[in-house]
């Protein structure tokens, strides 16, 4: 059997990408990639650039497969299978200069219970959810390889329960208007490029 890193290896998915403000990054670089509703309890400060329709959706959409779990998909911290997906799209002309990818490796997969749709939860109903690596194989790849996701509805989302620690970011990709000078510090092993 295959873990969840191979599978998606497999079918050509090299890296998950999660799109965050630039305000954002020393908090993550401090305590990792929370769900939204970990940086809610913690109370902890963040630049919010979700769209309110989506978190409405995530906030009560129940994970399936959880033997008597109560985790809701707001629970989760959303990662896709491309950088440029529908999120990016709505934001790059407000936001272009203040958004960032952070690049981070597929083996949070396998140190992670983990979760993956077909589409993006933004998109509303038709996405289905999985649990097994051997349903990797089943996603529409087109999604992955279509760098706006617009083909077919949205890119897969992949859920990772709570928290992405700091140790399974590998880049941090900002527009190459943005001044270095204005980005925090990085920790041993991350680097920053621009995309």
């Known amino acids: 059997m295959i873990d969840m890193a191979t599978a998606f290896r ?6 998950f990408y999660y ?4 305000n954002n990054l020393g908090g993550i670089l401090t305590e990792g990639i929370l769900s939204r509703k970990v940086l809610c309890a913690r109370g902890l400060p ?3 650039i979700s769209d309110a329709n989506a978190q409405r959706k995530r906030a009560f959409r129940l994970l399936p497969d959880q033997d008597g779990g109560e985790l809701v998909v707001r629970d989760c911290v ?30 949070v997969a396998v ?6 749709t077909d589409r993006s939860i933004a998109y509303g109903h038709g996405h289905n959810f999985y649990t097994k690596a051997e349903d990797v194989k089943t996603l529409r790849l087109l999604d992955v390889k279509e760098p ?17 620690e700091v140790a399974y970011i590998e880049e941090i990709c ?21 995309y």
């Not at 799109?19 to 630039?22: A, D, E, M, R």
């Not at 190459?176 to 490029?193: A, C, D, F, M, V």
Request: glycine share 6%.
């Open 148 to 164: 706006r996701g617009k083909s077919i509805g949205g890119v897969p989302e992949v859920l990772i329960p709570h928290c992405v």
């Open 10 to 15: 497999a079918v050509g998915v090299k890296y």
């Open 111 to 116: 140190h992670h219970r983990v979760w993956f």
């Open 174 to 194: 900002h527009s190459p208007k943005l001044s270095r000078q204005t980005l925090p510090e990085l920790p041993n092993g991350i680097s920053y490029h621009t």
């Open 19 to 22: 799109l965050t403000h630039i």
């Open 78 to 107: 959303p990662l896709f299978l491309h950088f440029k997906n529908a999120m990016f799209d709505s934001l790059e002309k407000e936001l272009h200069e203040e958004l960032a990818f952070l690049v981070v490796s597929l083996e």
């Open 46 to 48: 963040f630049e919010d």
